[in-house]
T-cell receptor, first 115, second 111 residues
Framework: EAGVAQSPRYKIIEKRQSVAFWCNPI?????LYWYQQILGQGPKLLIQ????????DSQLPKDRFSAERLKGVDSTLKIQPAKLEDSAVYLC?????????????FGPGTRLTVL | DAKTTQPTSMDCAEGRAANLPCNHS???????VYWYRQIHSQGPQYIIH???NNETNEMASLIITEDRKSSTLILPHATLRDTAVYYC????????????FGTGTRLTVIP
């Protein structure tokens, strides 16, 4: 099966600019996650969708970050305006729901550098 | 909060078995132990998971203690390509609960 797709793979912007990341999850996966991974740390959840509804966005800095999942498939994560501390890898992941031992599959990530 | 404790780093000689420990003393009865690894510049990759029995697949073996408070991931014949950060995660595995990553163990396989 095709994996989780993300684009772009790399992005360099200046602070206060805007940026958007795109994710296409594995077909049929109802749950979609966006994680932020700062250098040297493990991934941290930003937002979780189930189909097109938000399940958990408690760690999303809502003053500058937004995310949507149109039609319960693809998702876009936006940062506006970006700060230096937003430099990180942004990982998208997806999983099936309802299994007793569901697996989460990760995309390759988008590496964002804010100058 | 991470529910697991792992050593920060480990080295292993190429061709030897790599044994990565993980403590999860507060694991609940319905939580699985998952192992993921992250090779440089890639997303985390699933390795193996288990509830209470030992598990083996083509990548690794997972040994879970009888009281389920700790586990060990075993890579039987480590290669240079196994150099990565290994994360031990406990999760109910419904596919609807996000994975909480700690800092993991950085495994370096030495030629």
């Amino acid at each position: 099966e095709a994996g989780v797709a993300q684009s772009p793979r790399y992005k360099i912007i200046e602070k206060r600019q805007s940026v958007a990341f795109w994710c296409n999850p594995i077909s049929g996966h109802a749950t979609l996650y966006w994680y932020q991974q700062i250098l040297g740390q493990g991934p941290k959840l930003l937002i979780q969708f189930q189909n097109n509804g938000v399940v958990d966005d408690s760690q999303l800095p809502k003053d500058r970050f937004s995310a949507e999942r149109l039609k319960g498939v693809d998702s876009t994560l936006k940062i506006q305006p970006a700060k230096l501390e937003d430099s990180a890898v942004y990982l998208c992941a997806s999983s099936l729901v309802g299994l007793g031992n569901g697996l989460t599959h990760f995309g390759p990530g988008t590496r964002l550098t804010v100058l | 909060d991470a529910k697991t404790t792992q050593p920060t780093s480990m080295d292993c000689a190429e061709g030897r078995a790599a044994n990565l420990p993980c403590n999860h003393s507060t694991i609940s009865g319905n939580e699985y132990v998952y192992w993921y690894r992250q090779i440089h510049s890639q997303g985390p990759q699933y390795i193996i998971h288990g509830l209470k029995n030992n598990e083996t697949n083509e990548m690794a073996s997972l040994i879970i203690t009888e009281d389920r408070k700790s586990s060990t991931l075993i890579l039987p014949h480590a290669t240079l390509r196994d150099t990565a950060v290994y994360y031990c995660i406990v999760n109910i595995g419904s596919g609807a609960n996000n994975l909480f990553f700690g800092t993991g163990t950085r495994l370096t396989v030495i030629p």
